[in-house]
């Protein structure tokens, strides 16, 4: 095996940290051609779709590839921002966010920057920028609140994979969920309430979650179980009745069983059961995408309301919200605990004889 040449480095030079975070992934535009490479690569992943390579290839490649593309990106169009992807406009910025937070609460010099799993910025692009910035020691920080094999898993793939490759392989930690953190549940739950500051309290919330082939649960994925244990303490935090709030699950994809109750189909019950108003928030993302601002803000209001339903709300992720990059910061600095510099040695050996000494006069 060969492995790939070192950067260039100048004895003395300091190591670095890095913090990473990593989301699935978006096209470079939305159009066809930008869109198919990027579903080539999102659905060619054996973690993403577990049909033997033997069947799924020719489907992929023969008729998927060859018709999905101009559809999905006419859905990428009709929520493209003017600077670009939203999963990825956000992303950046809760990257820079992020960078400043911790700068204000660590001496430590932290390097701090975000990859795609599918698409761009690469994992293997970046980490050879970290590399090239002597980062020793990397926090992967995959940005699912609930852990699947299908996301953060195949994160960890890429980057086990690049580390393989390296001479000088830095120290490497991850976080593998933070569905249950209090942080995080806190700023979704403050999420909602500001909504119902200001457009007032509806019938029923929704909290819709991406959905995941049936078999996954059954064969041990966790993903399901922390999805119900998010939208318990959510709805807990907000101080809702079991009545008050459904969890559901959204694109599904293929004739196979998903986990259930499926969103779409739910919004069309409760359409046609005539609720005056529903509010449906996504807990599952923290940025903004296509599966929510185009399947659940568009296509969820068009499934409801024709079915018979009046006022409905999506309420967005929770993307730059300040409560939740600090939520975010005190996760990534619990991760970091051993990593930050320490006080300098005098200064402590000055506070324990202080202590001695204040202790002795009482």
Known sequence: ??????PAYAHGTPATTAVLLVNLGTPD????????PYLRQFLGDPRVVEIPRLLWWPILNGIILNTRPKKSAEKYASIWMPEGSPLKVHTERQTALLREALRLRTDTPLVVDYAMRYGNPSIPEVLARLKAQNCQRILLVPMYPQYAASTVATAWDVVFDELQQMRNAPALRTIKHFHDDAGYIAATAQNVRDHWTLHGRPELLVMSFHGLPRYTLDKGDPYHCE???SGRLIAEALGLRKDEYLITFQSRFGKAEWLQPYTTATLKKLGKAKLRRVDVVCPGFVADCLETLEEIAQEGK???????????????CLNQRPDW??????????????????????????????????????
């Not at 510099?341 to 000055?350: G, I, K, S, V």
Request: hydrophobic share 45%; with cysteine.
């Open 227 to 229: 999805c119900q244990k």
């Open 1 to 6: 095996m060969s492995f790939q040449a070192e």
């Open 302 to 316: 068009e499934d409801f309301q024709h079915a018979g339903g009046g006022e409905y709300h999506y309420i967005p």
């Open 325 to 362: 990059i600090r939520a975010l910061a005190d996760l990534t600095l619990e991760h970091l605990q051993g990593w930050l510099d320490r006080p300098d040695a005098a200064l402590l050996e000055r506070s324990r004889l202080l202590a001695l000494d204040a202790g002795a006069q009482r």
């Open 29 to 36: 535009a939305p159009t066809a051609a930008a869109v198919r």
